[in-house]
């Protein structure tokens, strides 16, 4: 038998004591640590017993997880299906979500969200006991469960027994919401008497008291000018008359962890202009007589416990679980509906990142009948079964992605325009040639990799021992290949000073034919310039790998680490599955071939990926047909 906790406790800790006299054990499945053991650590560090268990990511023998970068068997789609099969039909919500059409669709892309929202955690958990020996134990699940969070178990072999789930969570629900009403008392009280103290009315201006009206808004998300990352300048125009020239549209920031001072000089100096309207969107208060009247409106349609025959819970907890994704979804839409009330008569608003961006939000621009217009990141999203969007307009990578928007319920575009994927118009910049004493160059692309997570107890690919293993193998590499140049680049270059990387660091210094590119200082695009300049790219699943298979480059993308074999290349076509290698042996082969050959795949296979996947988009005007387009839609709203 086998206990399941959230967290480690002292109440936890002495549980673990317990069990083992019958010879049970208890599973720790996050690390996260109540405050009073993490007190208690300080003075008694052996406070960590063998009889606690981690969902340990080194524990699982190179195994296909399904879960990591995506949902493969659909678990999120079978548990929003069986919602709706277990509720009642419900009235028009169009008074609390006014001006939407297809709203039922628009809706249930929330309730996608929810289920996704929690299947990621649930499905690690239960992989993670599927794939150890402990698959075939009774398993006493205590852990904090979101509502809807069992039917996601249901769909395993696991013999589970759940213990007051809801409950916890719904203790936990309960004080985050007694906090967050106690901080905002105490925020109000200390701003009326600092009111009271001045004698006036003024306060800190909202987000959307400006007073300037513009016709183009745009949602960056974290910004616009990014350190380590290419800006997301594809929208401006370069023309100060025109509706798209930078200080001419109305920027507004979703994400709290975003200094917008800091980011409006960025882009005064990058864009070479005197002002940037820039806000961060305050969402304002709760819309309590407008949820208490949805919540009774719910009810009373729902018949929540009408015609509901006796023990059948499965209709009354799906009915509730409804509830609650609709009284959420208005909260948020009447919160960002008021916070977009001052710019209700804009045209256009452009998205950052089409994966992100709020569905609230969406509905809310949607409610004032302004255009939503996103460039579409990636093509890999489409396949992974745990994203979603309402967008308006999407401006697509190729033909291909827009016949997969089309026919998928997970996402809703009105229209789509195929452009390319904008940033690889930077393969043709002319960038100052680097002079080499290599005949041959290799880039290495690599994933971020926090320094401060050191274990891969909870994290499967972003973790230090992943990263460690991936420098070493292709310095192997590099150290049988004298002859050839291997440059190392990535978003940063963190671990070149990670006292983690030690070793790593050393022996790559000692290579002559190995160089770290550590200039992030002015070229934005170096990164992109780089790989136009390479023979061959070994890369981790980026989205510049991505970009380097459209231009028809030879890349070698890694989908294996420590812990596993194939993550990602199994949601994708098989016409991209050919870039991707599974061990370090089908590495060293591919390697090879390409030495031998010159190629990973023949002309005919990249062509043939170009037309079909990308629509040979890839050709350096990505930017010209986006800005044509914003220019048409923008004439015709």
């Not at 609650?324 to 256009?348: T, V």
């Not at 939503?372 to 489409?382: D, F, K």
């Amino acid at each position: 038998m086998i206990f399941l906790f959230r967290k480690t406790s002292i109440v936890v800790f002495f549980i673990a004591k317990m069990m083992r006299i019958f010879k049970w054990k208890v599973l720790v499945t996050t690390n996260n640590k109540s405050y009073l053991f993490r007190k208690t650590e300080v003075f008694f560090s052996g406070l960590y017993s063998e009889d606690i268990l981690y969902t340990h990511a080194s524990m699982l023998d190179n195994i296909e997880i399904e879960t990591v970068d995506g949902d493969y068997e659909k678990i999120s789609d079978k548990c929003v299906d069986n919602l709706y099969d277990n509720i009642y039909k419900l009235d028009s919500l169009h008074r609390f979500f006014p001006n939407i059409e297809d709203l039922s669709k628009k809706i249930k892309l929330s309730v996608f969200q929810y289920f996704d929202g929690i299947s990621y955690e649930q499905q690690m958990i239960i992989q993670w006991l599927e794939n150890t020996i402990y698959k075939d134990s009774f398993i006493i699940n205590c852990t904090s469960m979101r509502f809807g969070a069992k039917c996601i178990w249901s769909h395993s072999d696991l013999k589970v027994i759940f213990v007051l789930n809801y409950i916890f969570f719904s203790i936990y629900l309960i004080t985050r919401i007694f906090l967050a009403l106690a901080k905002k008392v105490v925020k109000k009280t200390t701003f009326l008497m600092q009111i009271n103290r001045i004698h006036d009315n003024v306060g800190i201006n909202p987000a959307n008291s400006s007073s300037v009206k513009h016709d183009v808004l745009f949602f960056p998300h974290c910004g616009v000018v990014k350190i380590g990352h290419p800006p997301t300048d594809h929208f401006y125009s370069d023309n100060p008359s025109s509706p798209f020239y930078p200080s001419r549209i109305m920027h507004f920031e979703y994400d709290n962890r975003l200094d917008i001072s800091k980011e409006v000089e960025k882009m005064k100096h990058f864009f070479k202009v005197d002002s940037v309207a820039y806000e961060r969107i305050l969402s304002g208060n709760i819309p309590w007589y407008g949820a208490v009247q949805l919540f009774f409106k719910l009810f009373k349609n729902i018949k929540l416990f009408k015609n509901i025959k006796l023990f059948n819970y499965t209709s009354i907890g799906n009915n509730i679980i409804y509830i609650i994704i609709i009284l959420w979804e208005y909260i948020r839409f009447s919160q960002y509906r008021s916070a977009m009330r001052n710019h209700k008569n804009a045209k256009i608003a452009l998205v950052g990142y089409d994966i992100l961006f709020p569905k609230s939000l969406a509905l809310a621009l949607d409610s004032y009948g302004i255009k939503t217009i996103a460039i579409q990141e990636r093509v890999r999203p489409l396949f992974v079964n745990c994203y979603s969007y309402n967008i308006h307009t999407q401006l697509v990578v190729s033909d291909f992605t827009a016949n997969l928007l089309k026919h998928s319920n997970r996402f809703l575009v009105k229209h789509t325009l195929a452009v390319g994927q904008v940033r690889t118009d930077h393969f043709f910049d002319e960038a100052p040639s680097t002079v080499s004493v290599y005949k041959r160059r290799v880039i290495l692309l690599d994933y971020h990799i926090d320094k401060h997570n050191k274990d891969e107890k909870f994290e499967l690919i972003l973790n230090l021992k992943n990263d460690i293993q991936y420098r070493n193998e292709v310095l192997s590499i590099a150290e049988a290949n004298p002859d050839i140049e291997f440059i190392f680049r990535g978003k940063n270059c963190d671990w070149y000073s990670a006292q983690s990387h030690h070793q790593i660091i050393h022996k790559a210094n000692k290579l002559p034919n190995v160089t770290v590119n550590t200039d992030y200082s002015n070229d934005h695009w170096a990164s992109y310039h780089l790989c136009t300049s390479a023979d061959l790219i070994i890369a981790k699943p980026t989205s510049l790998a991505e970009e380097c298979v459209s231009a028809g480059m030879n890349v070698i993308v890694l989908d294996y680490g420590i812990n596993h074999a194939t993550i990602v290349s199994k949601f994708l076509p098989s016409l991209l599955k050919k870039y991707y290698c599974h061990s370090f042996e089908q590495l060293q082969d591919m390697f090879d071939f390409w030495k031998k050959n010159k190629y990973i795949i023949s002309d005919k296979g990249k062509n043939k990926i170009k037309s079909d996947i990308f629509s040979n988009l890839t050709d350096g005007k990505v930017k010209q047909r986006v800005q044509r387009s914003l220019k048409v839609i923008y004439d015709n709203s």
